[in-house]
């Protein structure tokens, strides 16, 4: 599959069914000896009041996807194999 064709599609995940965010605002981890996703970045969303604080972002681990499909990537995400981490604005 191109990079291409995974923007636009929405994460949702199985365990809780929450939609987490889109492949297209995200970012990838991709591992440069083998060519291969390890993981995807999804920035939190901000608002106008927490514009100007710490900002996190979760990190999913490519394991934790179960299924692609034409319009959603499906992973599994429980407390844990979910990662956040800050990033300062």
């Known amino acids: 599959m191109r990079m291409a064709e995974?923007?636009?599609k929405e994460i949702i995940n199985i365990?809780?069914?929450a939609r987490l965010g889109v492949v297209g605002d995200s970012?990838?981890?991709i591992d440069t000896e083998s060519g291969k996703i390890?993981?995807?970045?999804?920035p939190k969303?901000?608002?106008?009041?927490n514009?100007?604080?710490?900002?996190q972002h979760m990190v999913i681990p490519w394991e934790a996807v179960v299924k692609i499909g034409f319009e959603v990537m499906i992973v599994d995400l429980d407390?844990?194999?979910?990662s956040l981490k800050k990033n300062m604005v």
Do not use: H, P
Request: net charge negative.
């Open 6 to 8: 995974l923007a636009g």
């Open 15 to 17: 365990y809780d069914g």
């Open 27 to 29: 970012d990838m981890v």
């Open 38 to 42: 390890t993981s995807v970045i999804i």
């Open 79 to 82: 407390q844990t194999n979910l």
């Open 51 to 55: 514009l100007w604080v710490d900002r």
């Open 45 to 49: 969303k901000s608002n106008l009041i």
